[in-house]
């Protein structure tokens, strides 16, 4: 079992940047990748960015990539998502996931263990 927790969230103004942290506990050296996906009201879930915190190797949406930055702690078993130059159109709610066996790390379905979720809204 792992557990994550989301935090960071916030309402701020387009233009600004948010730190997401996803912290993680349980039997955290079976996770081979920490994904983030968001979902906005009325739309599906969405690939963000992934992590392999052994490698470091990382992997972003078309979408977010030059502006959204995701890193590790691994001593800490937490993972950031840095968000800057964010736009109205990054408001959703955001999640970290935990990926145990590899695969396509963009997939939803790759990811096993999901944390609760945090707002992130961006205002005009």
């Known amino acids: 079992q792992v557990q994550l927790v989301e935090s960071g969230g916030g309402l701020v103004q387009a233009g600004d940047s948010l730190r997401l942290s996803c912290a993680a506990s349980?039997?955290?050296?079976?996770?081979?990748?920490v994904g983030w996906f968001r979902q906005a009201p009325g739309k599906e879930r969405e690939f963000v960015a992934a992590?392999?915190?052994?490698?470091?190797?990382?992997y972003y949406a078309d979408s977010v990539k030059g502006r959204f930055t995701t890193s590790t702690d691994n001593a800490k078993n937490t993972v950031y998502l840095q968000m800057n130059s964010l736009e109205p159109e990054d408001t959703a709610v955001y999640s970290c996931?935990?990926?145990?066996?590899?695969?396509?790390?963009?997939?939803?379905?790759?990811?096993?263990?999901w944390g609760q979720g945090t707002q992130v809204t961006v205002s005009s």
């Open positions: 996931a935990a990926n145990l066996a590899g695969g396509s790390l963009r997939a939803i379905n790759q990811y096993r263990y």
């Open positions: 992590i392999s915190p052994s490698s470091r190797n990382t």
């Open positions: 349980g039997r955290t050296i079976n996770i081979y990748a």
